[in-house]
């Protein structure tokens, strides 16, 4: 099959990816795509939303309609590396065994990803970065394709740990999950309420996916939206000669190169589930807000001003 027919084959699983969502989530259009997008490109999402809003609802069901494997930590403050790992054990013949922890599976859904300590954060992140993990001296590779979608709230901060720089720019996207319009809480409560069950239909299955990731990575760029994504990263950076007033007024820390990287892969996926062979700009300005907003630092005068992230990248696009 000519990558050209894949792409109009990846746009028909998409759309009816989409519709077997929607049977069990009700709006949250944007949330569902970027998720998608994450998942093709081979990234990984962090979902921030209150409580409520769900968000583990929603990767359960995506993992459902993927036909992938889905393994949900609650992360806690006395969460140990070994219990999302694994450990070795000791079998009847006396000798050691290493067991499988959750992290074995192809959707980990880390559940409140900030309440659990370094230690067991680093154990994850060498999970997103290499695909493997290693435990007593030994490695162990991932089962593929993995992904970890990764869910925080926003509002209750006490007995947290907030994640490092160098662990939230290992996530593709940051997905900011909004509370429904009315009409949508309407739609929520009543599909909740009663006793009505919804069954899912598998789509497509773990080879096709690592099929469709393939192919997002052979997708032509031009070189004028390659430029305009490396120039709008380099825009963030406070010492850039480009880079503009609002940013040296508002940002402490600007993003680094896998900001560019991911703005590039993510335009190449949004132009190919809306049908298109190459991504233009406009592609990149779709996904420009999940990847940009957890990879800047805004400094106290922007909070003091109330300068939101997204406005700041508003400005920077």
Partial sequence: MSDKAAIDQLVVHYKELKNEIHK?????????????????????CLLVGVPGLAKTL????????LGLSFNRIQFTPDLMPSDIV????????????????????????????NRTPPKTQ????????ERSVTAAG?????????FVLATQNP??????YPLPEAQLDRFMFNVWVDYPSFSEEMAIVKATTSNQTVSLQRIIDGDKIMEYQDLIRRIPV???????AVKLVGKTRVNDETAPKITKDYITWGAGPRASQYLIVGAK?????????????????????????????????????????????????
């Fill in 24 to 44: 069990v989530i009700v709006g949250q259009d944007d949330v569902v795509d970027q998720v998608l997008i994450s998942i093709f490109s081979k990234g990984h």
């Fill in 58 to 65: 929603l990767v359960n069901t995506i993992s459902d309609c």
């Fill in 86 to 113: 694994g450990s070795e054990i000791l079998n009847e013949k006396r000798e050691f065994q290493f067991l499988k922890g959750p992290l074995f599976s192809n959707i980990v859904l880390a559940d409140e990803i």
């Fill in 122 to 129: 680093s154990a994850l992140l060498e999970a997103m970065q």
């Fill in 138 to 146: 030994k490695n162990y590779p991932l089962p593929a394709p993995f």
């Fill in 155 to 160: 509002i209750e901060q006490e007995g947290t």
């Fill in 222 to 228: 031009a070189d004028n939206v390659l430029e305009y």
């Fill in 269 to 317: 996926c949004h132009a190919a589930l809306n049908g298109k062979y190459s991504p233009d700009i406009e592609d990149v300005k779709a996904v420009a807000k999940p990847i940009l907003r957890h990879r800047l630092v805004r400094n106290y005068r922007a909070e003091a001003e109330g300068y939101s992230m997204d406005r700041i990248i508003e400005e920077l696009l």
